[in-house]
């Protein structure tokens, strides 16, 4: 499986290659020079924790971004926004599709567009439940036929990724891949950062 990348601002997942020489390099100091210390068991020297870590790929950040927690309520998608929002005192009001959102929160990704052949594209889509579907540049080009499940990034603190199962028709969509994020709290995310990791499953869609 191979990704392609659609814009310049995009980065294009990678395998996540383990290094285990400074590990290893601390065992032989602890065994050539002390009489009791030892650090042979760890999980960078342990095979299976190994191949897990480096199972599917990792996807990083395209952009520098403050997360922050969305308060949502779904609405009648009725051209009195202007009425609703006085009366809740959202943010905005998104529609999506026949439905609409008012949203309340501290998170500017309204800020987020991008230059699409000419027209403006919002990075981030509100999606329902307090969540937003963030859109990352780029597109799987398969070997097979596939599905993806995209899960948050091993070993980190979570910022609120919710699993999925995608088929290749989202994956390879001209429109390149999403993933879903709730942000569970206020956090500041760096262009390079780990966000999620993407791990191949043959026949499941």
């Given at each position: 499986m191979k990704f392609e990348q659609l814009y310049d601002w995009s980065l294009v997942p990678e395998k996540h290659k383990f290094d285990s020489n400074n590990e290893l390099l601390t065992k032989k100091v602890y065994e050539e020079n002390f009489r009791w210390l030892r650090n042979d068991r760890t999980p960078a020297l342990c095979p299976s924790y190994r191949k897990a870590f480096?199972?599917?790929?990792?996807?990083?950040?395209?952009?520098?971004?403050?997360?922050?927690?969305?308060?949502?309520?779904?609405?009648?998608?009725?051209?009195?926004?202007?009425?609703?929002?006085?009366?809740?005192?959202?943010?905005?009001?998104?529609?999506?599709?026949?439905?609409?959102?008012?949203?309340?929160?501290?998170?500017?990704?309204?800020?987020?567009?991008?230059?699409?052949?000419?027209?403006?594209?919002?990075?981030?889509?509100?999606?329902?439940?307090?969540s937003l579907e963030w859109r990352l540049g780029f597109k799987c080009v398969p070997d097979k036929e596939e599905s993806i499940l995209v899960i948050e990034e091993f070993g980190t603190q979570p910022i609120g990724i919710i699993p999925g199962l995608l088929s290749m028709k989202h994956v390879t969509s001209k429109t390149g891949m999403s993933v879903a994020i709730k942000p569970l709290e206020q956090r500041k995310i760096s262009r390079g950062d780990i966000i999620a990791r993407l791990i191949p499953v043959a026949n499941a869609l």
């Open positions: 480096e199972l599917g790929w990792i996807v990083r950040s395209p952009v520098d971004i403050v997360l922050c927690p969305i308060q949502e309520i779904q609405l009648a998608n009725s051209e009195d926004k202007a009425e609703i929002m006085s009366l809740c005192n959202f943010d905005s009001i998104w529609t999506r599709d026949s439905n609409a959102f008012g949203i309340r929160t501290d998170m500017n990704f309204a800020a987020y567009e991008f230059n699409d052949a000419g027209k403006w594209e919002s990075m981030f889509i509100v999606n329902g439940h307090s």
